[in-house]
């Protein structure tokens, strides 16, 4: 019986500790140990799961605005890089409209400086060099003159990507040059450039000048045709 009661007592201070255990979690909202109850753990695991998809939201909504600018940015310069394109372009041409009757005027003094020293070489005219009473080697240095001139012309030109053709030789290019006269006794095939009677110019692949030629009219190709 003493065990019985010593056990009834056991019991009842159990309860009242766990009374006690219970009035405390209900005023303080924590177990005895510190840690929270499971209703308060859930929600805290709420509000924090809430938190998070407010700033996963955010997070989106910040990524979306950035690609909107990003791609408005993108398309800016790309105008932009049109519109330059388009300046430097419209600004070229420009230049190359302005240019352009200064090179021929370049090209055609070139022409006159070859003519004369053509001339000179082959007329060779001594009358000049007595009326100044100049040594024969006086009478080349004009010469050398024009032909330093020349070179310098020349130069000048190729600065400036204007070059040469030379079509002697080729099939006539009605694109290239034009014919100013045939030769029907030529040996070459019909058609062929035999002779530049003024050079033509290219400048940037383009043409700058058309040549004056005479074409080839029968010949060695004509006779393979009959």
């Known amino acids: 019986m003493q065990g019985d009661n010593v056990d009834e007592s056991i019991k009842q201070a159990l309860l009242a500790r766990f009374r006690d255990y219970l009035d405390t979690a209900e005023g303080e909202g924590a177990q005895p140990d510190g840690t929270a109850d499971l209703y308060s753990l859930f929600v805290e695991v709420a509000g924090l799961r809430s938190e998070v998809r407010t700033e996963s939201r ?89 032909r330093m001139t020349a070179r310098r012309l020349d130069q000048v030109l190729l600065d400036r990507q204007v ?15 034009r014919a100013v006269g045939t030769s029907p006794d030529s040996p070459e095939a019909e058609g062929t450039v035999i002779e530049e009677v003024r050079a033509g110019y290219l400048w940037d692949d383009q043409v700058l000048r058309t040549a004056e030629v005479i074409v080839s009219k029968g010949g060695a190709g004509k006779g393979e045709r009959s």
């Open 163 to 177: 070059v040469a053709m030379k079509l002697a030789g080729g099939p006539f290019d009605p694109r290239l040059a």
């Open 58 to 146: 955010l997070v989106k909504e910040a990524l979306d605005q950035f690609r909107g600018a990003f791609d408005t940015l993108q398309t800016s310069h790309a105008t932009v890089q049109k519109e330059l394109e388009r300046a430097r372009s419209e600004a070229r041409g420009q230049g190359q409209a302005l240019l352009r009757p200064l090179l021929l005027d370049v090209i055609d003094l070139r022409d006159r400086l070859a003519a004369a020293l053509k001339l000179a070489a082959a007329e060779r005219p001594r009358w000049h060099e007595r009326l100044f009473r100049r040594k024969q080697s006086g009478g080349e240095a004009w010469q050398e003159g024009l």
